[in-house]
């Protein structure tokens, strides 16, 4: 116990002196951090399907970034998805994978190019795989802004006899993340 006191105190009095206290670490080691995003994203079909397609979803990504720069994401997302030609819609949930980098770090915010791959899980009358590539702007408050293209792939349709076709999408997305690494 003595011990323990005397070694609080001579690493108080060290700081004190120095003014900081800094644990020694090997130059070739670089933390990883791990981080949860929640985020809600609108997309609509571009050209032809711009008026007869849109999608609302919310959702969490779970992520480890291997440095301050390149990180992967375990994204799930609860979507709608609205046909405005048949007035019609299909509620479904996706998950997938995906990986960001940074490719600017600034003072006030960081830009990233994020991609992702995802599908529909469960039993849902539209089953569709979606392929995302759009870039990021993460403010230092680690709230964020995304915009980017989506292709959406359908291999089910909920009306077999009129099959919804694959859709390429204009996506715009903004969230927020708990410890990303600055």
């Known amino acids: ?30 933390d990883g951090y791990f981080s949860i995003a929640f985020d809600t994203k609108a997309s ?5 399907q711009n008026s007869s397609f849109a999608l609302n979803e919310v959702g ?14 375990l994204p799930i997302y609860a979507s709608t998805s609205l046909f405005n030609q048949t007035k019609t819609f299909t509620q479904q949930w996706y998950a997938g994978i995906g990986g960001e980098y940074k490719f600017l770090k600034t003072r006030l915010s960081d830009l990233s190019v994020i991609a992702r791959v995802q599908s529909t899980i469960g039993k849902n ?10 870039i990021k702007d ?8 995304s915009i980017g293209l989506k292709y959406m792939d359908t291999y089910k349709s909920p009306i077999p006899a009129s099959p919804i076709s694959n859709k390429m999408c204009l996506f715009m997305s903004v969230g927020f993340t708990f ?3 600055k």
Not at 19 to 24: D, L, P, R, T
Not at 44 to 48: A, F, P, S
Not at 67 to 73: K, Q
Not at 138 to 145: G, L, T, V
Request: glycine content about 8%; charged content about 10%; hydrophobic content about 40%.
């Open 1 to 30: 116990m003595i011990f323990v006191i005397m070694l609080c105190s001579s690493t108080i009095a060290m700081a004190q002196m120095d003014g900081s206290v800094q644990i020694a670490k090997p130059s070739n080691q670089t």
């Open 44 to 48: 609509t079909g571009l050209g032809k």
């Open 60 to 73: 969490i990504q779970y992520g480890y970034h291997f440095n301050d720069r390149w990180s992967i994401h």
């Open 125 to 134: 009358s539209w089953g569709v795989m979606s392929y995302e590539l759009g």
């Open 138 to 145: 993460q403010w230092k408050e680690n709230i964020h802004f």
């Open 179 to 181: 410890n990303a690494p």
